[in-house]
């Protein structure tokens, strides 16, 4: 069965950097668009980045453009998230996602919290 487990998170300060990594299983990998997702307590799940099956097409929402970076390693099963320049708007539980067909697979999450 589809698997989707990430890592990476954790406290960091305002300005800082972390790198999250989901790491996939069950299902081929590089068929799929991936996707991270987050969500701030009170706030509905927000889409991050995305990033296509070959890692042609990237997207980004608008409040992280410039400051994060998606990519994938199709023969580790693995979809990253570099974030830089860190605020603490950006605490949140981050998610990684895919669809097959129409059913969105989802990780338990990490939490990432930028305070000082």
């Known amino acids: 069965q589809v698997q989707l487990v990430e890592s990476g998170g954790g406290l960091v300060q305002p300005g800082g950097s972390l790198t999250l990594s989901c790491t996939a299983s069950?299902?081929?990998?590089?068929?799929?668009?991936m996707k991270w997702y987050r969500q701030a307590p009170g706030k509905e799940r927000e889409l991050v980045a995305s990033?296509?099956?070959?890692?042609?097409?990237?997207n980004y929402a608008d409040s992280v453009k410039g400051r994060f970076t998606i990519s994938r390693d199709n023969a580790k099963n693995t979809v990253n998230l570099q974030m830089n320049s860190l605020k603490p708007e950006d605490t949140a539980m981050y998610y990684c996602?895919?669809?097959?067909?129409?059913?969105?697979?989802w990780g338990p999450g990490t939490q990432v919290t930028v305070s000082s």
């Open positions: 990033i296509s099956n070959l890692g042609l097409t990237i």
């Open positions: 069950g299902f081929a990998f590089s068929c799929c668009f």
């Open positions: 996602n895919t669809r097959k067909f129409t059913t969105d697979y």
